[in-house]
């Protein structure tokens, strides 16, 4: 892929570029500002594109491209950017395409580029009649164009820009700008400009799922530089305003820190940790050009990522979709399997919950899951609603679906990117046959709603655990539910209020102990001789009925329905 980067950078900056006649918001000369759409018209990869709509919003300054993945991605756009989309996220938003236009130039989107014929044959005229009234470009993208061939010289002439304005590479010697034309990877980055600053470096990304650092190996003096950076209350000096760079001193360390880019709620940054010896004021030059690299670098992993993003979020959406035909089904399973990508015949379906986030805090955190998951295995992911993670597992990987394994899996990645607080629950459904992933899916949503109107803290939900409660969750059955829940409950529930005394949880624990006190206390952490006193009243209040093998069954039954009634 970076070979290709490359090839297509060299080609776009001797070629097409700089042969096309100034326009508004762009000038030649040391002043070089990023691409309009009207020049994003005029790319080799362009050739047989066109203009849709919106003519007079050729001028409009593109800095970035994405691919929208999603119906609701719009949400997530930063300003500026040239959104592509095969069309097929469209679908959904087919009888609102208009109001889809206006969502884009609210969201500050420079264009739209749209592939047809694949899924949406035709744009209606009233979203291009919105286009035209707008001033917003609508252009026609080739149908064998990769979209690398689109994003790579947009990045790259934003990339020229930005380092015209920052600091010449000269300073390098050529080397750091050497390691960003080369075949190389962000980690590569990072180990030249660790010799070159002779101090550890970092790149923390909770957008891109990327903690990075050089060395490798995170050593106890870089462990505290990373809890320096995230906790408040150190003592900190602003050493260059105009970069961003600051020093932070505590935890026996120092560091210099510089955001390098702000995205959806989240900070990229970029920390030296000034081990061996303080920054020199060289090396702070050294270190605003090189998070302007850093930030390229992302970008094109974020590009990448977003291509293999879509053609899942594609795949997810049409397996959910109970009217999705067969045929459309499996075009898409071509689509992703010529990605090189295994596709199994059977998965076991998760979806994943936040808890009182916003949009942009959810775009980041979906985003960092779907990157350690799509490292782990063969997993499929995607994301739907604008507030669920949906992860296909395959069935030989089934292990990763045990709650306790699957919740530490989470909890990690959530801790690594600073998001511990974050609340979430998921749902797990039973092994399913790819074809009809639909029924995974709903399994799934049943387990993760079920798991969250029983339990005040998130969690990891089973469906074969809700077979029970999906009998008695239909409404018709509510009032018989509750009836004979207070009948055998209501005086340890009324206890239990008025006294802020837990025996209810006892009985339970008991109940599922088979009796045994001390196996009792062990589970609820407290000593067996105060789990005897909690079973004595609990006996005297239920009128010595509580132990009685006859009506155990009914406690039982009661103490299962509680979570409904509650």
């Known amino acids: 892929m970076n070979r290709l980067l490359i090839f297509l950078y060299l080609k776009y900056k001797f070629e097409s570029i700089r042969s096309a006649p100034p326009r508004r918001g762009y000038r030649k000369g040391a002043d070089i500002m990023a691409l309009t759409v009207g020049q994003v018209l005029t790319l080799p990869a362009m050739q047989d594109g066109s203009l849709l709509a919106g003519k007079k919003g050729l001028d409009r300054v593109v800095e970035t491209a994405t691919v929208l993945d999603a119906p609701d991605a719009v949400r997530w756009l930063r300003g500026q950017e040239l959104a592509l989309t095969s069309t097929y996220p469209l679908l959904q938003l087919r009888h609102r395409l208009d109001q889809f236009v206006h969502e ?13 014929n694949r899924y949406m044959k035709r744009v209606p005229q009233k979203m291009i009649d919105c286009a035209d009234a707008l001033d ?7 149908e064998g164009v990769a979209w690398v061939e689109i994003i790579t010289p947009v990045m790259s002439k934003f990339f020229e820009a930005k380092a015209g304005k920052v600091v010449q590479p000269e300073l390098f010697g050529g080397r750091l700008s050497q390691a960003m034309l080369a075949d190389s990877a962000l980690q590569d980055l990072l180990g030249d400009l660790n010799a070159l600053l002779a101090n550890p470096v970092m790149v923390i990304s909770p957008m891109d799922g990327l903690a990075l650092s050089a060395p490798t190996n995170l050593e106890p003096d870089m462990q505290d530089a990373l809890a320096l950076l995230e906790e408040e209350g150190w003592a900190s000096e602003t050493i260059d305003v105009k970069n961003a760079l600051t020093r932070r001193t505590g935890r026996r360390t120092s560091i210099v820190f510089t955001p390098y880019e702000h995205a959806n709620g989240m900070i990229g940054t970029l920390v030296v940790v000034e081990r061996n010896r303080k920054l020199t004021d060289e090396e702070l030059d050294h270190l605003s050009y090189a998070k302007v690299l850093i930030s390229l670098k992302v970008r094109q992993i974020r590009a990448d990522q977003s291509v293999i993003f879509e053609r899942q979020n594609e795949f997810v959406l049409s397996l959910i979709d109970r009217s999705m035909g067969s045929q459309t089904r499996a075009t898409l399973a071509a689509r992703y399997s010529a990605m090189g990508k295994r596709l199994h015949a059977r998965y076991v379906g998760v979806v994943i919950a936040f808890h009182d986030i916003g949009t942009d805090r959810f775009r980041a955190l979906s985003n960092a899951l779907r990157v350690h998951f799509s490292k782990h295995g063969e997993t499929i992911t995607g994301v739907i609603h604008n507030n669920r993670v949906v992860i296909l597992i395959p069935e030989d990987d089934e292990r990763l679906c045990q709650p306790e394994t699957f919740k530490e899996q989470v909890d990690t990645r959530l801790m690594k990117i600073g998001a511990q607080e974050v609340v979430w629950s998921a749902g797990v459904s039973q092994v399913t046959a790819v074809e009809h992933f639909y029924r995974a899916y709903e399994q799934a949503e049943q387990a993760l709603e079920h798991g969250r109107n029983t339990s005040s ?3 990891v939900h089973l469906y074969d655990e809700t077979g029970f409660y999906r009998l008695f969750s239909k409404s018709a059955m509510q009032p018989d539910v509750h009836r004979f829940v207070h009948e055998w409950l209501g005086t340890l529930i009324d206890h239990d209020e ?3 005394v837990d025996l209810i949880e006892t009985f339970r624990v008991f109940l599922d102990c088979n009796g045994n006190y001390r196996e009792t206390a062990r589970l609820l952490h407290i000593h067996h001789n105060t789990v005897r006193y909690r079973i004595s ?3 005297e209040m239920t009128g010595e009925k509580a132990l009685q093998p006859k009506l155990r069954l009914h406690y039982h039954l009661a103490l299962k329905l509680l979570p409904l009634v509650s």
């Open 104 to 116: 884009l130039v609210e969201h500050g989107a420079s264009g739209l580029g749209l592939k047809l």
């Open 136 to 142: 917003f470009p609508i252009i026609v993208v080739p």
């Open 457 to 459: 803290a998130g969690g």
């Open 498 to 500: 008025t006294h802020r």
């Open 537 to 539: 009243q609990i006996t």
